[in-house]
């Protein structure tokens, strides 16, 4: 019953426990060992062995084997499951009490007599059910942090293998652009300062003292690149943002052997530092690609406007000469485009002149100071 007597009680109207109704007992909670593997399953079988024992006139206050079933169903039928398995999950906890009802009413028990019975089994499983589905929600909530916290941890690793790329190319492309054009300058003057050396033995000094110089400023150069890559960026260094600092690069490509004529229009005021260092390499790396595949001239023509800067360099392209590897060309692209700017290149089939165009605005560089 529900309320009165219990398992196995002698009251009228109930039967001692028997033998049919202690494997009834253990039929409806033995099963409970596999709930959280099979919770549909012995929720069925549970429930069916209480309801069996009811009917067969065995006193029960509680039903363990279902409440604790109905807890593990709960969490189960969540919001994995299927609208179907919900649905019929939540019917058979809902029509457990009314069917343990009739039975016992069909005994000729007192509905009366029933009522707190009732509403105490209500309660209880209507509990059982709120604890099992709010355990299934906080369960839920456990793996959707778990799975953000993943997405994160890939998200930062990905972004940090983005990052040390990015620095790798950077490195790549400073080292390009300042030992690149020194090379060229020592090897150029190293081959005059050979041939003259007996013929005109002053200008095969000035030769040396060129090398010497051009050692110099890249030994400074490199050792500004190795400051700017350990604190940060090389516009946070000190920039070439006066036209003193490109005629000085033109005159050491005079002195290394090429023929350069130089046309600065406007004055760059309040040139950004990111534009400047982006200005000054573009020229740097287009006066060693002169002096290194072209027939020994160059026109430089730079021009500040009130948004942008314009630099061109054409050079007649030389015979014989050993082909780059592109990486020069590919690195000023990215210096014109890490400002919003372009750079084009190539050469004219007709008259055999190569000529580089770029244009860097001030205002992406301001943004990203």
Do not use: C
């Amino acid at each position: 019953m529900l309320d009165e007597g219990g398992l196995g009680s002698s009251e009228p109207g109930f039967h001692t426990l028997d033998e049919a109704g202690l494997a009834l007992a253990i039929l409806s909670t033995a099963p409970l060992v596999a709930v959280r593997r099979f919770p549909g399953l012995v929720w069925g079988v549970t429930a069916t062995a209480s309801l069996a024992l009811v009917a067969g006139g065995y006193g029960l206050d509680v039903p363990p084997g279902p409440l604790i079933a109905t807890y593990t169903l709960a969490e189960a039928v969540g919001g994995g499951a299927t609208p179907r398995r919900q649905l019929v999950a939540g019917l058979s906890v809902v029509a457990y009490v009314p069917v343990s009802m009739v039975i016992m009413a069909g005994d000729g028990k007192s509905l009366t007599g029933m009522s707190s019975g009732l509403f105490a089994w209500v309660a209880m499983f209507s509990l059982v059910w709120l604890a099992g589905d709010r355990s299934r929600l906080r369960r839920e909530r456990i793996a959707e942090l778990e799975v953000t916290a993943r997405l994160r941890e890939t998200d930062v690793a990905r972004q940090r293998r983005l990052a040390a790329a990015e620095e790798r190319t950077r490195i790549a492309r400073e080292l390009h652009d300042s030992a690149g054009h020194a090379i060229n300058v020592i090897l150029v003057q190293a081959g005059a300062a050979r041939l003259l050396h007996e013929r005109d033995p002053e200008q095969s000094r000035r030769a040396i003292a060129t090398i010497e110089d051009v050692a110099h400023a890249t030994i400074e150069d490199i050792d500004r690149l190795v400051k700017a890559l350990r604190n940060g960026s090389e516009a946070d260094q000190p920039a070439p943002a006066g036209t003193d600092a490109l005629e000085e690069l033109v005159d050491r490509h005079r002195l290394s052997g090429l023929a350069v004529s130089a046309t600065f229009d406007g004055a760059p005021r309040g040139l950004p530092s990111g534009v400047a260092w982006a200005a000054y390499r573009i020229l740097q790396e287009a006066l060693t690609n002169a002096a290194r595949h072209g027939s020994g001239s160059a026109e430089v023509r730079m021009a500040y406007g009130s948004a942008a800067v314009d630099i061109e360099v054409s050079n007649p392209v030389g015979d014989g000469g050993r082909p780059g590897s592109g990486l020069g060309i590919v690195g000023m692209r990215e210096r014109a485009a890490l400002l919003d700017g372009r750079l084009d290149a190539d050469t004219d089939a007709e008259d055999g002149v190569f000529r580089l165009r770029a244009r860097l605005p001030y205002a992406a560089a301001g943004a990203l100071a």
